[in-house]
C-alpha cells in the first residue's frame, strides 16, 4: 500500500490548505512520528531560506521558487519594470504607473511632478506606498507635494484618477497566477478571481477617504457601510470572476482584447525577473496580480503579492479559494511523485538520494555522467516518466536527481528536449504561456523575451481585429433584435473565459 501524502505548514497555517488537503486525504506532518524528509509538500507565506532549496528530496514540493521577490516587493517591481520599459520600449510596458522609489528618486519625482503639473492644466494625484507593507498599510493619496510625508523607503506612483466605476464604486481585480516553471516559462491563470470594492462611492475630493479609494478587503470590511446594500455592488465588498464577466457583457467593451492585455501583464512582468530565477523544478507559485481597469478599459498593473491572502471573509471568497486551492495541488500532478517516495523508504535508499548542494538545479542534460544502481519507471497518461539518479564526474562524486525526457508510448519514440507541452487545463487554471509553438521554443533554455514579446503583440493585435468584426456583427444583431422585439444583450449571452484569447 503506498504511503499517504503528507503536507507541512509553517506556523500552522493557512487554515484553507490544511482543509483542501485533509479533504483530500492528506495528512499532516508530525515530526514527531515522521522523519525530517517525509512530507511532499511544505506551504509557508513567507520567504524559504536556500537550505530549503538544496535539500529538496525529488517527491518535494515548496509552494515558493526562489528569488521572486523582484517583483513581488514594490520598489523592486518599480527598479524592474522600469529596466523592462528602457530595454523594450514604454511602447510594451506601458501598463505600470509612472513610479518613484523615495528617498533615492526623490529629486527625479520632483522634476516630473513639476512638470505634470505645468502639462496638465488639472490637478495631478499621486499615491504613496511604503515598500515593505502589505494590506493597504501606511497607503496615503495626495496632489499637493508638501503633504508628502515619509519616515521610511516608499513609492510614490501617479494615481489613476480615472477608473472604471460600478455603481460609483472602485474596484480592482485580483487575479490568481501559478507559475509551474520559470526555465522553461509555465504560466496558467485561474478562470476564477476576485472583484474588491471600495465600500464608499469614488470621490476625488476626499483624498483621504480610504473607504473611496482603497479596495483592500482588510480596510473595507471594517467600513460602516461593509454590510449596506451598494447598488449593483450589493452587501460586502467582493464579486466572483464571474459575476465581472456578466458585468463585461453588458458594457460596449471589447472583453477578448481586455482579457489578452491583462494576460500581457501577467507575462511581461514575469520576463522581468524569469531569467535571474534559478531553476527549480520542484517549486511552484501562486501569486495575486492586482489590477485596475480605467474608463478606457485600459489594464493597470497596481502590484505583485507573493502570498495572495487565503483567509475566508465571505461567500465569495469560499467560493473562489478553495477551488482554487485544490486546483493548485492537481497541477501540481502528485499521482505518481509519492509512489516513489514509498518505494524508496521501502528500500531504504531515502540517506543516498541527496540533491547536490552546489546549486539550486538539477542536472540540465546527461552528458559526463553515469547511472547509479536505481531506476524506477511509473506509467502516466500513456507515457513512461524515468526518474534516473546520476552521479557526476567530479572528486566529491555528488549524487544529483535528474529527471529523464519523457518517452511517448503511443508513438514509441522520445520527445525531443523541451518539445513536451504542459496540459492547456488543469481544473480552472489555463496556459496562458507558452500559447503556441513559438513560445515553447523561445522560452526553453535561454528565454529569448524578444520574441516572446513580438508574438504577444502578433497575438493582441489578431485578436483586436477579431474583436472589431465581432462586435460589429453583434451590434448589428442587437440593432436586428430591438427592431423585431427581441431582448437585449444584457440579458445573458456565453460567459466569457480568461483563456478565450490563447486556447
Same mark, same amino acid.
Given at each position: 500500500m503506498a504511503a499517504s501524502l503528507v503536507f507541512r505548514l509553517h506556523d500552522r497555517g493557512p487554515e484553507?490548505? @490544511?482543509?483542501? #488537503?485533509?479533504?483530500?486525504?492528506?495528512?499532516? *506532518?508530525?515530526?514527531?512520528?515522521?522523519?525530517?524528509?517525509?512530507?511532499?509538500?511544505?506551504? @509557508?507565506?513567507?520567504?524559504?531560506?536556500?537550505?530549503?532549496?538544496?535539500?529538496?528530496?525529488p517527491w518535494q514540493r515548496l509552494n515558493h521558487h526562489p528569488k521572486t521577490i523582484g517583483i513581488t516587493r514594490k520598489d523592486f517591481l518599480t527598479r524592474n519594470l522600469r529596466r523592462m520599459r528602457t530595454t523594450f520600449g514604454s511602447g510594451v510596458y506601458d501598463f505600470s504607473p509612472i513610479a518613484f522609489i523615495l528617498p533615492n528618486d526623490y529629486t527625479r519625482f520632483l522634476a516630473e511632478y513639476n512638470r505634470q503639473r505645468v502639462s496638465q492644466g488639472l490637478p495631478v494625484h499621486w499615491i504613496c506606498?511604503?515598500?515593505?507593507?502589505?494590506?493597504?498599510?501606511?497607503?496615503? &493619496?495626495?496632489?499637493?507635494?508638501?503633504?508628502?510625508? *515619509?519616515?521610511?523607503?516608499? &513609492?510614490?506612483?501617479?494615481? &489613476? !484618477?480615472?477608473?472604471?466605476?460600478?455603481?460609483?464604486?472602485?474596484?480592482?481585480?485580483?487575479?490568481?497566477? $501559478?507559475?509551474?516553471?520559470?526555465?522553461?516559462?509555465?504560466?496558467? &491563470?485561474?478562470?476564477?478571481?476576485?472583484? @474588491?470594492?471600495?465600500?464608499?462611492?469614488?470621490?476625488? !475630493?476626499?483624498?483621504?477617504?480610504?473607504?473611496s479609494h482603497l479596495t483592500n478587503t482588510s480596510i473595507n470590511k471594517f467600513s460602516p457601510f461593509y454590510k449596506?446594500?451598494?447598488?449593483?455592488?450589493?452587501?460586502? $465588498?467582493?464579486?466572483t470572476m464571474s459575476k465581472f464577466r456578466h458585468f463585461l457583457h453588458c458594457q460596449e467593451a471589447n472583453e477578448l482584447l481586455l482579457w489578452q492585455r491583462i494576460n500581457n501583464i501577467v507575462t511581461l512582468? #514575469?520576463?522581468?525577473?524569469?531569467?535571474?530565477?534559478?531553476h527549480c523544478p520542484n517549486c511552484v507559485e501562486l501569486l495575486g496580480f492586482d489590477i485596475l481597469i480605467d474608463v478606457n478599459f485600459k489594464p493597470w498593473l497596481l502590484e505583485v503579492n507573493y502570498s495572495p491572502a487565503l483567509t475566508l471573509d465571505c461567500q465569495a471568497d469560499i467560493t473562489v479559494k478553495k477551488s482554487l486551492i485544490s486546483d493548485l495541488i492537481?497541477?501540481?500532478?502528485?499521482?505518481?511523485?509519492?509512489?516513489? @517516495?514509498?518505494?524508496? *523508504?521501502?528500500?531504504?535508499?531515502?540517506?543516498? #538520494?541527496?540533491?547536490?548542494?552546489? !546549486?539550486?538545479?538539477?542536472?540540465?542534460?546527461?552528458?559526463?555522467v553515469k547511472c547509479s544502481t536505481l531506476k524506477v519507471v511509473e506509467k502516466n497518461n500513456h507515457m513512461l516518466v524515468s526518474f534516473l539518479f546520476l552521479k557526476r564526474k567530479s572528486s566529491k562524486n555528488q549524487v544529483v536527481y535528474v529527471r529523464q525526457r519523457p518517452v511517448n508510448t503511443a508513438s514509441g519514440q522520445s520527445r525531443e528536449r523541451g518539445a513536451a507541452v504542459p496540459p492547456v487545463r488543469v481544473g480552472d487554471f489555463i496556459r496562458t504561456f507558452p500559447f503556441n509553438t513559438a513560445t515553447v521554443r523561445a522560452s526553453q533554455d535561454s528565454l529569448d523575451v524578444r520574441k516572446v514579446i513580438q508574438e504577444l503583440h502578433k497575438l493582441t493585435n489578431k485578436l483586436s481585429n477579431c474583436s472589431r468584426l465581432n462586435r460589429r456583427r453583434r451590434l448589428d444583431s442587437v440593432r436586428d433584435s430591438e427592431g423585431e422585439g427581441g431582448l437585449s444583450p444584457c440579458s445573458g449571452g456565453p460567459q466569457i473565459h480568461l483563456s478565450s484569447a490563447t486556447s
Open positions: 484553507l490548505v @490544511r482543509e483542501v #488537503l485533509l479533504e483530500r486525504g492528506w495528512e499532516e *506532518y508530525d515530526k514527531r512520528h515522521r522523519q525530517d524528509e517525509d512530507w511532499n509538500l511544505y506551504w @509557508r507565506a513567507s520567504l524559504f531560506h536556500k537550505s530549503d532549496y538544496y535539500n529538496l528530496m506606498k511604503p515598500v515593505d507593507l502589505s494590506r493597504g498599510r501606511g497607503i496615503f &493619496i495626495f496632489e499637493d507635494v508638501k503633504d508628502l510625508v *515619509y519616515d521610511s523607503t516608499v &513609492i510614490v506612483q501617479r494615481y &489613476i !484618477s480615472n477608473p472604471l466605476l460600478i455603481s460609483g464604486y472602485k474596484f480592482d481585480l485580483r487575479i490568481y497566477v $501559478c507559475v509551474k516553471s520559470f526555465s522553461p516559462l509555465i504560466v496558467y &491563470i485561474h478562470q476564477e478571481g476576485l472583484v @474588491r470594492f471600495a465600500t464608499e462611492k469614488y470621490q476625488l !475630493s476626499h483624498l483621504d477617504n480610504l473607504y449596506t446594500e451598494k447598488g449593483k455592488v450589493g452587501q460586502g $465588498c467582493k464579486w512582468t #514575469l520576463l522581468a525577473i524569469a531569467p535571474s530565477v534559478p492537481d497541477l501540481m500532478n502528485y499521482r505518481w511523485v509519492d509512489r516513489f @517516495r514509498d518505494r524508496a *523508504y521501502k528500500r531504504k535508499l531515502h540517506k543516498c #538520494l541527496k540533491v547536490s548542494r552546489s !546549486s539550486y538545479v538539477s542536472m540540465p542534460a546527461l552528458t559526463n
